[in-house]
């Protein structure tokens, strides 16, 4: 049987060469469906790239084996308390559709007790993942600008209420680090241009007020941040951090940060 055949662990360095491999297959199937052209997301195919996440203590990165064999990957992030973020998954083609992928969710949501929200974004255009995400209870909130593409955001409350580690706008304090935070864009100011103090390159930098029911707070986006805003939209912010600027708060999406835009 399939649930007892599936197990995950954490993958190690001498796991790297295998899972590229089956990352590399994976990704590059998706070209059966819809996929606009060859590849897959930042370092499918690079040996260097896994190593480089094997490693990365704040990620977690496990392989997917089937009768102990490696068939795939998943490595998990976490953007806050209770908050964590399937940041890639992925089967060798050759044993995709046989239900491994659903065990392999149900796995890791038992290695994370105490997470009241898992999210994760795919292609827009992906006619696989989609339907599968969907099926196994994830539910699209909004959209991605990452790359040349949309992607679409999903989420899974794992547990009823307003998420642990997400912020109402009155309650974020200064030097605030990791916040998440969804309010309306009520006005964009800007954007103009500055030079950069360490480079002197030309930037963009525009002001966003964003609102909820709680109060407002200043939205500082810079260059490519600032396309993804429109005024009377509802987004969200993930890896924002917040400081003190003659007197008023600001806050800035991290360089991990996220913006998606919600439906």
């Not at 060469?17 to 052209?37: I, M, Q, Y």
């Not at 399937?86 to 065990?103: A, D, F, V």
């Not at 930098?205 to 429109?230: E, F, H, R, Y």
Request: aromatic share 10%.
């Amino acid at each position: 049987m399939i649930k007892d055949s599936v197990a995950i662990q954490r993958a190690e360095v001498e796991d790297a060469e295998v899972l590229t491999e089956t990352c590399k297959s994976a990704f590059d199937s998706d070209s059966e469906f819809g996929a606009p052209r060859p590849g897959g997301p930042p370092g499918y195919e690079s040996l260097e790239w896994n190593i480089e996440k094997i490693k990365n203590r704040y990620l977690h990165y496990y392989k997917i084996l089937n009768e102990e064999e490696i068939i795939g990957g998943f490595i998990v992030g976490d953007r806050g308390p209770n908050y964590q973020v399937c940041e890639r998954i992925w089967i060798n083609p050759s044993q995709m559709r046989k239900g491994m992928g659903t065990r392999t969710f149900h796995l890791i949501w038992e290695k994370y007790p105490l997470a009241d929200l898992w999210v994760l974004g795919t292609p827009e255009w992906n006619t696989r993942t989609n339907p599968f995400y969907q099926s196994i209870g994830f539910v699209q909130i909004g959209k991605t600008h990452e790359y040349s593409w949309d992607g679409i955001y999903y989420e899974k409350k794992i547990t009823e209420g307003f998420p642990i580690a997400m912020s109402r706008i009155e309650d974020i304090k200064d030097r605030q680090q990791r916040v998440i935070v969804e309010g309306r864009v009520e006005n964009i100011a800007g954007p103009r241009a500055v030079s950069s103090r360490k480079t002197g390159e030309e930037l963009k930098v525009a002001d966003i007020t964003l609102s909820d029911d709680t109060g407002s707070i200043k939205l500082v986006l810079w260059n490519k941040q600032i396309p993804q805003v429109k005024v009377d939209s509802s987004i969200r912010i993930e890896e924002g951090y917040v400081k003190t600027y003659r007197d008023e708060l600001q806050m800035s999406v991290g360089q991990w940060g996220m913006i998606i835009t919600l439906v």
